[in-house]
């Protein structure tokens, strides 16, 4: 059951399409004061203009960053912060796969840098506003996907869906680390699986991942049904206490046995410092 966000503050990375679109429209319907991030400009304006126009919420905003490169991820939490003084919740939805390995600006694995290192980054570098203002949530798309997924430590980097799989996975593990990092702070951390869903998700690929993606979307839900977690865990009075969770269906279950290795979280958190040099500014 969604709650009144009146006065809270939101913000949507990957909000241009998909779900991300889709749950800022539900939780601004809900009066909350939206902030999307997206990549491409132009495109990010027009989703702005279709969020106002369909919730007719006028206090509705947008940052442009590619999320892939981390001074971009650094740059648009430095804009963030300028502009506003209070955070109730970061939906960490941006994301993709790609079939074959591609690099950043930085030298990262494409899928890598931006399903995960931008997770961890963006939510460092917002955390001292998440505990000012809390209570406040932290959600972190991730997917059943994580399931199929194996953490190599001393090969975080590889290309293909086995990427993909094992990003996913980082998300829970991160999420599940997180949370104990948070506790007694009032801010929350939780992560979800939002269903197969039909949106342009894997089409930026040829080949055989097209063809896959595109049959595969004849069983897939509708975005409205994929973002309903999403909304959910940012707005529900039910869950304003819960932290450190797997949810489905807006449910909370269990993970894959691996996500639960607290020693490779708290490895994979060290890593991720040094890769995204956290650790050197902290």
Known sequence: ?????????????????????????????????????????????????????????????????????????????????????????????????????????????????????????????????????????????????????SLDLD?????????????????IMFTYELARRLQGTGVTANALHPGFVNTGFGRNNSGLMKLAMNVATLFAIKPTDGAKTSVYLASSPEVASVTGKYFDKSKPRKSSAASYDEAAQKRLWTISEQLTGIAATA
């Open 155 to 171: 090969n975080l980097q590889k290309g293909g869906f086995s990427a993909y799989s094992q990003s996913k996975l980082m998300n």
């Open 1 to 149: 059951m969604a709650g009144e966000l009146h006065g809270k503050t939101v913000l949507i990375s990957g909000a241009t399409n998909g779900i991300g679109k889709v749950a800022a429209v539900e939780l601004a319907k809900l009066g909350a004061q939206i902030v999307i991030i997206g990549r491409n400009p132009a495109k990010t304006t027009e989703t702005l203009k279709e969020i106002t126009a369909a919730t007719g919420n006028q206090d509705v905003h947008a940052l442009v960053a590619d999320l892939s490169s981390m001074a971009e991820v650094r740059q648009v939490a430095g804009d963030f912060k300028q502009q506003f003084k209070r955070l109730d919740v970061l939906l960490n939805n941006a994301g993709g796969v790609f079939t074959t390995r591609q690099e950043t600006v930085d030298g990262y694995e494409m899928t890598f840098a931006l399903n995960h290192l931008s997770y961890f980054l963006l939510t460092h570098l917002l955390l001292d506003v998440l505990k000012n203002s809390a209570p406040a949530r932290i959600i972190n798309v991730a997917s059943d996907a994580h399931a199929m997924g």
